[in-house]
């Protein structure tokens, strides 16, 4: 069964500055990676979705990069803002599990002015 | 800005009442996913559609849950009756696709739920 866990759990860091999000997942076989973001009380919003055979992204300020064999994916935020404030989820899709994704817990991030 | 609508965003009922979710997906996405939401559990997977055929249920509880997609346009969500441990936020994604998605899965703001 396809486990994902994502670290930390909450961070807290100054306006500027550039952090990494993490996340690790049991079973290799995956087809893609997601990173969400989840606002108070909203939905889920898609910000980065790598495939398998990619092994990086960008959008704007965001890069999220992919290493399989590893079993591990880092999300890039260059020079946070406080409007960076939410949590982050990963998600990925699995060779044998069709269209279910399986979601990691998410880390709280809050961006200080 | 197309986008996922549920309704209604927030319900109250007590215990044994019937609770009907309602979502509307994005016009053209084919594949739509019931998911549910609580500080203990994270996000489950609860039930998902494809070009309205149900292909996974097994994340939910058979015997109170059920869900439908009675046209392209609607999905719902019923629990029947209801217990205070389905409080939580239900949640409805729509995506288009195959059997492994290419594109990414667009989410509604959610449907707030407390049993009391």
């Known amino acids: 069964k396809q486990e994902v866990t994502q670290i930390p759990a909450a961070l807290s860091v100054p306006e500027g500055e550039n952090l990494v999000l993490n996340c690790s997942f049991t079973?290799?076989?995956?087809?893609?990676l997601q990173w969400f973001r989840q606002d108070p009380g909203k939905g889920l919003t898609s910000l980065l979705l790598?495939?398998?055979?990619?092994r990086e992204q960008t959008s704007g300020r965001l890069n999220a990069s992919l290493d399989k064999s590893s079993g591990r994916s880092t999300l890039y935020i260059a020079a946070s803002q406080p409007g960076d404030s939410a949590t982050y989820l990963c998600?990925?899709?699995?060779?044998?599990?069709?269209?279910?994704?399986?979601f990691g817990e998410g880390t709280q991030l809050t961006v200080n002015p | 800005d197309a986008r996922v609508t549920q309704t209604p965003r927030h319900k109250v009922t007590e215990m044994g009442q019937e609770v009907t979710m309602r979502c509307q997906p994005i016009?053209?996405?084919?594949?739509v996913f019931w998911y549910r939401q609580t500080m203990m559990q994270g996000l489950e997977l609860l039930a998902y559609?494809?070009?309205?055929?149900?292909?996974?249920d097994s994340g939910m509880p058979k015997d109170r849950f059920s869900a439908e997609m009675p046209d392209a346009t609607l999905a719902t969500l019923k629990i029947q009756p209801s217990e205070p441990r389905d409080s939580a936020v239900y949640f409805c994604?729509?995506?288009?696709?195959?059997?492994?998605?290419?594109?990414?899965?667009?989410f509604g703001n959610g449907t707030r739920l407390t049993v009391t």
């Open positions: 790598i495939q398998s055979s990619q």
């Open positions: 559609f494809r070009n309205r055929a149900p292909l996974d």
């Open positions: 998600a990925v899709g699995g060779e044998t599990s069709g269209s279910r994704l399986t």
């Open positions: 016009l053209g996405h084919n594949t």
């Open positions: 079973d290799s076989a995956i087809y893609n």
């Open positions: 994604a729509s995506g288009s696709g195959g059997g492994r998605f290419r594109s990414p899965l667009h």
